[in-house]
């Protein structure tokens, strides 16, 4: 997911003017400019974090080979403000609430800590990148 975030957050788009057609029988004129780029605003997209329970422990982002030892898994999806925006789980096993609210806790927490190092990483890149064009 960070992965995602990432490339979202640099990803650039051209601007495009469309000016409306003079009658209803012409098309609009289309303007994609070259020079001029439009970036994906990230702030409201959320991050997943997801819990897998091995026995009486949860593990956040197991491996393939700690999930085959899975009694359960829950991903969470949380955004900026600490809003829970999704919740699945997945394995046999059923969860008790209290556990259930406990990790919701946790991906709270971790999802806060990713998006403050995201945002800096991202911004490092971009300082990179500016200092790049400039030399």
Known sequence: MVEGHAAL???AIPKVNISAAASADEQPEVDIS???FLQ???SAVPVIITLTQVG?????DATSEEESHMSSAVSISVNRKGH???LTKRGGEGLDPSVVSD???VAQHLSELL???LDSEI???EAEIGDDEES
């Open 34 to 36: 070259d020079e001029e």
């Open 123 to 125: 911004s490092a890149a």
């Open 84 to 86: 829970v925006c999704g």
């Open 9 to 11: 957050a640099n990803t």
């Open 40 to 42: 994906f605003d990230t």
């Open 103 to 105: 990790m919701i806790s």
């Open 56 to 60: 009486r422990h949860y593990i956040v």
């Open 115 to 117: 998006m403050s190092r």
